[in-house]
Nanobody, 126 residues
């Protein structure tokens, strides 16, 4: 099992940027497909982005494609989510998640993930 800890959330005006980090401990993050999900008040948790184990294939929800970038630094056991051109609709608690998958395979459904962080709040004001 991996322990995940998110950081980097905060409050920004519309059009601003934030970079979220997810540090993995217990087992190296290189063992896992890593994903970001978010949950807004009164809404279900939704997929945002995922990155596979080597070679680091990425996949994005349509709502964030072109604005968000997921990346990983296996040497630091850390995954990042760079969020640009933020809108109020991006306001949510953002969760990092991990699941063991073969090289190059991606998981995009929340039920596929079995390791979760505690979440970090992102608030975008209009």
């Amino acid at each position: 099992q991996a322990q995940l800890a998110e950081s980097g959330g905060g409050s920004v005006p519309a059009g601003g940027s934030l970079r979220l980090s997810c540090a993995a401990s217990g087992r190296p993050s290189s063992n896992y497909c890593m994903g970001w999900f978010r949950q807004a008040p009164g809404k279900e948790r939704e997929f945002v982005a995922a990155i596979s184990r080597s070679p680091g294939k990425t996949y994005y929800a349509d709502s964030v494609k072109g604005r968000f970038t997921i990346s990983r630094d296996n040497a630091k056991s850390t995954v990042y989510l760079q969020m640009n051109s933020l809108t109020p609709e991006d306001t949510a608690v953002y969760y990092c998640a991990a699941v063991a998958r073969p090289l190059g395979r991606i998981a995009t459904m929340s039920y596929e993930y079995d390791n979760w962080g505690q979440g970090t709040q992102v608030t975008v004001s209009s």
